[in-house]
């Protein structure tokens, strides 16, 4: 059976401090910032991470550095935009000096092991043309500011993508289901971006597009990521129309505190595929990015957006059955004892004989480091792989008593 991949919308809430932030600004500006460690790079580091251990299979880079408008209208890279306050304006005819998200990518990309694929979003320029106030005689309207911004930043900052690594480009248009009536051109710059693409794009729109729905399927994507979670009576439009595209299932709310459960998950996505049929749809996903809560619950949604999707596509996981150990089944050169030095804050594993003799010490303060170490010399120590996963938990466990307010550790017998 062929699973729909798990992804994210882009955004997601990992932020650098405002201090550290000025700081890096302040360096910029009198041309040190080569020694100063840009604050974006953890932030992005930590939201790949994040998304990988939540199970997420085509993940972004967060998006941390700015919203949909911002990062893609930065007056940095971007010549013609003048910011006042929260609003952009066009005081001239744009002109793209560089990417602004190629780096971030190639970082993200340098992290992510090779199972894991990379999608970065690109807000397109229909979204972005809406956004900013014509302020000279440059655009006669929006149309042709759409128009240039699709040319000289939409089109270009895709090539950069692909070729900074990115295996999906997601195109944003967040507010297009609220037009009374789409704009014709719509298509036409999407067809545009689609003719410079090389790998698959998506595309994301947030609220009801039962309405457009016909719409969207006319646009050059290969994935419709969609609002299922608020909007279910789009199950059924789905459903009634043909189509090329992959669907991406919007199956949790990725704007407010509540943790979707994993049960409450799975039933959208059972829904999902009983209307559209599972071969249809690509992606499950939070109905739009993440930014706006904490990053505690972005990472639990995430968590059990994966689990839903394994438990309807793959069935729910079995509970094992405690095995315990029986005669001449122990390790039969000796046993570990692991303890934990508090002064010195690391954690010291001993490998005795049977005759409580040592045969090797170890001592590190973190539990994978002795874990490769054991991983390494397990055979030549005698140590069975049952062993080797007792020692794993025990480690972690002895690690993490180094808390402030852990109890202490205590070493619990193998069964």
Excluded at 199 to 206: D, G, I, K, Q, S
Excluded at 234 to 239: G, I, T, Y
Excluded at 297 to 318: H, I, P, W
Aim: charged share 25%.
């Amino acid at each position: 059976m062929k699973a729909p991949r798990t992804t994210t919308i882009g955004s997601y809430p990992v932020f650098p401090s405002g201090e550290d932030v000025e700081y890096y600004q302040k360096m910029s500006r009198t041309g040190v910032a080569d020694e100063v460690l840009d604050p974006y790079v953890w932030a992005t580091q930590e939201a790949v991470s994040d998304f990988a251990a939540a199970g997420v299979e085509v993940v972004s880079t967060g998006q941390t550095r700015g919203d949909l408008y911002s990062l893609f209208l930065d007056a940095r890279f971007v010549k013609g935009i003048e910011w006042r306050g929260a609003e952009a304006y066009a005081t001239g005819k744009i002109e793209r000096g560089a990417s602004s998200r190629s780096a971030d990518l190639k970082l993200a990309r340098s992290m992510l092991p090779a199972h894991l694929s990379l999608k970065e979003p690109v807000t397109d320029a229909y979204t972005l043309a809406r956004f900013t106030k014509i302020a000279s005689r440059s655009y006669k309207d929006t149309r042709e500011l759409a128009r240039d911004i699709n040319r000289k930043i939409v089109v270009p900052e895709i090539e950069a993508l692909q070729g900074a690594g990115a295996d999906v480009v997601q195109l944003d248009s967040p507010n297009l289901a609220a037009e009374s009536s789409v704009p014709t051109y719509v298509s036409d710059l999407y067809e545009e971006a689609a003719s410079a693409a090389k790998v698959p794009l998506a595309m994301h729109a947030c609220g009801d597009t039962t309405r457009i729905f016909r719409f969207l399927t006319g646009l050059k994507v290969q994935a419709l990521e969609l609002d299922f979670y608020h909007h279910p009576r789009l199950f059924d439009e789905v459903a009634r129309k043909g189509f090329d595209q992959a669907i991406g299932l919007g199956v949790l709310d990725g704007q407010v505190l509540r943790v979707e459960t994993v049960d409450e998950i799975a039933a959208l996505i059972e829904k999902g595929r009983q209307a559209i049929g599972e071969s249809r749809i690509g992606y499950v996903h939070p109905h739009c990015g993440q930014r706006s809560i904490d990053r505690d619950t972005a990472f639990r949604k995430n968590a059990n957006l994966t689990m839903a999707r394994d438990d309807v596509f793959f069935g729910e996981a079995a509970e094992p059955e405690g095995v315990r150990l029986k005669g001449g089944q122990a390790d039969s050169k000796g046993y570990f004892l692991v303890t934990v030095n508090r002064e010195s804050r690391e954690l010291v594993a001993t490998f005795y004989t049977y005759k409580h003799e040592v045969v090797k010490r170890y001592r590190s303060r973190f539990a994978e480091r002795l874990m490769q170490a054991l991983n390494a010399e397990a055979d030549s120590l005698g140590i069975s792989r049952r062993h080797l996963a007792y020692l794993t938990l025990e480690l972690g466990r002895a690690e993490a008593s180094l808390g402030p307010r852990s109890p202490p550790y205590r070493q619990r017998m193998i069964q």
